[in-house]
């Protein structure tokens, strides 16, 4: 056996085993951002320096359905019909015919229901191509199911962050400057590098900080790759900024509100260009900080936290702004095609895994065109009828999929005004739409949309430009970004006999643009805290140091959030809209894991402070914080 280094920053250190003979040191990128000269001046000016070194460990994304696939090779048309689960198969299409060498078009990938994803399934996996390439070789099909021991040390995995970020603030609390070196652990093999760039231009966070300096490296290790993983590198550059804020108020004596209020960017300074780069679209933080605080009952803690102490029990509260990033594959595609028996198609590439695609899309569909949201079909995961889509990932899929559609509604209405003159026997200038029906103006001669549909079912007689009825495909670019935010707020009980805990009270104010689906969007959000806090409170990919074993290969080993855990949770909307896209979207789908770990560590800080904590590494467990306070007594 070779010697191994599994810890994220043992393996940047100049005498660790060296992982490919390639590159030597491991470090495979290493690149910087903002103003390096102009923050050694803001540092040498401040009055105040807070440093500190966080850790964001290693989870997996522990997938409801392993992942699987089935390769079959039709030896007559010499193509192979891949089904696997996936984030965009259309993606997949393409990187599958890339690894078997052939043309794209003799590869059909079907994806369809998905349990599960949240990043984990958006890299093409080795078996998705190998079970096609079995099939031609035996010439039957050929199925791959991942059992979960499996799944534990081979699925793609998140996180796994290591930075050292300082703070510079004069004597009023001003936020001169900041600084940050992030280290990003890929794995044995660079899968992606989402986590460490997406995290890179959101270092300063909610706060107007004029100037910065990051370096941003990514290392190789004796572990699984990593990839992106809901809210792909935010959660850890937030819980930087959030828990740097709460340590330079404690340790500087400031209120720890009042210095986030103090260096919040304001709704005058949008659009905000931050100090590395990113231009934020739009937002109201300070009114989501007021909102989630009346919402909380900030004023009312006081009696709590007494009324805990009186139950020999400690209370603590914790506090997190975040802004995230939401962009992804910038190209989408809608088809539409109304047929005569009263229904619609619509063929989209943003695939779901289960957040309601087929039911928000269809919304926006429907209510462009005036139909019942009912007579909408989406479709979705076949790559002979899907053609073009950039998958479900980095929050894209309302905006980029609602957008073209949208679009394609457009075209879709100027199209049918042409066909609607032709069976009114109307100029085409004289056809309105509205309410789902084509009429004539002035008149009471109206056409609904699937009548219309109807009375050119089997017309040959049509112009070429016509020929094809009530259909359109639309193409759409995007590559503007959008900066969801928002504030969470939490409340932890922990007994310092045991070290147990309970979180008593967790409530949110998101800004997700205009919300097409706000019961949807509320499910985003209790999930997206889930996903975060599981982080916080248990998961953990242990390795053991000495021989690169993982640690973490069953549920047995592996704490996942379970409901009895977590408290209702309050939740809210402050809905600014985008000013990047005709719906407003910006994104819902990845804001509450966002700020979940700086949230939660945060409270149990608070808590645990009058023992001389001044921070706890993730994840957070009953054991830790009884030596904690067994320490501190």
């Not at 399934?121 to 991942?146: D, H, M, Q």
């Not at 503007?480 to 922990?494: A, L, R, S």
Request: glycine content about 10%; hydrophobic content about 35%; proline content about 5%.
């Amino acid at each position: 056996p070779l010697a191994s280094v599994t810890d994220t920053a043992k393996a940047a250190q100049d005498d660790a085993p060296t992982i490919w003979n390639e590159v030597p040191g491991n470090i495979c990128v290493e690149t910087f951002f903002g103003d390096r000269d102009g923050t050694d001046a803001a540092f040498e000016a401040a009055d105040h320096v807070v440093d500190m070194e966080i850790f964001i460990d290693r989870v997996t994304g522990v997938p409801m359905e392993p992942r699987a696939a089935l390769g079959d090779y039709d030896v007559e048309t010499g193509r192979y019909t891949v089904y696997a689960g996936s984030g965009g198969s259309v993606r997949q299409k393409r990187e599958i015919a890339e690894v078997l060498g052939i043309e794209s078009d003799n590869v059909r990938v079907i994806s369809k229901d998905v349990g599960g994803n949240f990043g984990t399934r958006n890299r093409l996996y080795v078996e998705f191509p190998l079970v096609g390439w079995a099939s031609r070789i035996t010439g039957r099909p050929v199925k791959w199911t991942c059992q979960r021991s499996e799944s534990f040390v081979s699925d793609y995995q998140g996180r796994d962050l290591v930075t050292r970020v300082s703070l510079a603030l004069d004597s009023n609390g001003k936020f001169l400057g900041m600084r940050a070196d992030n280290l990003s652990n890929v794995g044995s093999r660079m899968v992606s590098l989402s986590p460490l760039s997406k995290g890179s231009g959101l270092i300063t966070g909610s706060y107007d900080i004029p100037v910065a300096h990051l370096r941003s490296r990514a290392v190789f290790s004796n572990t699984a790759p990593t990839n992106a993983y809901r809210s792909s590198g935010r959660p850890e550059v937030t819980f930087a900024i959030e828990r740097l804020i709460e340590t330079a108020a404690a340790e500087l004596g400031f209120d720890p509100i009042d210095l986030r209020r103090r260096n919040l960017v304001s709704s005058d300074q949008m659009p905000y260009p931050n100090a590395v780069g990113m231009t934020y679209d739009s937002g109201e933080y300070a009114k989501s900080m007021d909102m989630c605080m009346d919402l909380a009952d900030w004023e009312g803690f006081g009696a709590r936290k007494r009324d805990a102490e009186a139950r020999g029990k400690l209370l603590g509260r914790g506090f997190a702004n975040y802004v995230e990033s939401s962009i992804g594959t910038p190209r989408e595609q809608a088809e539409i095609h109304v047929r005569a028996d009263g229904h619609i198609d619509l063929v989209i590439g943003t695939q779901p895994s289960g957040q309601g695609h087929e039911t928000s899309f269809a919304q926006v569909a429907a209510e462009w065109l005036g139909v019942p949201v009912e007579t909408v079909t989406v479709i979705v995961g076949d790559t002979d009828v899907v053609k073009v889509g950039g998958g479900s990932h980095s929050g894209r899929s309302m905006r980029m999929a609602g957008t073209v559609i949208v679009k394609a509604a457009d075209e879709l209405i100027q199209k049918g005004r042409k066909l609607a003159a032709i069976i009114l026997e109307a100029a085409e200038t004289d056809i309105d739409f509205q309410d789902g029906k084509f009429s004539i103006a002035g008149t009471d001669r109206e056409l609904p949309l699937y009548d219309l549909a109807q009375a050119l079912d089997g017309r040959t007689d049509l112009p070429e430009d016509l020929s094809d009825g009530l259909s359109v495909i639309e193409d759409n670019v995007m590559e503007t970004p959008v900066f969801p935010n928002g504030c969470h707020i939490c409340e932890i009980e922990i007994d310092p006999g045991s070290g147990a805990y309970d979180i008593v009270r967790y409530t949110t104010v998101d800004d997700v643009g205009r919300a097409i689906n706000p019961l949807i969007v509320d499910g985003q959000t209790h999930g997206g805290i889930v996903q975060g806090a599981g982080e916080a409170l248990g998961e953990l990919c242990a390795m053991d140091p000495e021989s690169g074993q993982p640690l973490a290969g069953s549920f047995m080993d592996y704490h996942m959030p379970r409901a009895d855990e977590y408290p209702s949770f309050r939740t809210a909307l402050n809905e600014v809209p985008s000013p990047t896209n005709p719906l407003g979207v910006k994104a819902g789908g990845e804001g509450g894991t966002t700020p979940a770990l700086a949230v939660l560590v945060n409270g149990f800080v608070d808590a645990l402070r009058p023992y001389g904590v001044r921070d706890i590494r993730m994840p957070v467990t009953p054991q830790k914080l009884w030596e904690l306070i067994q320490a501190g007594s």
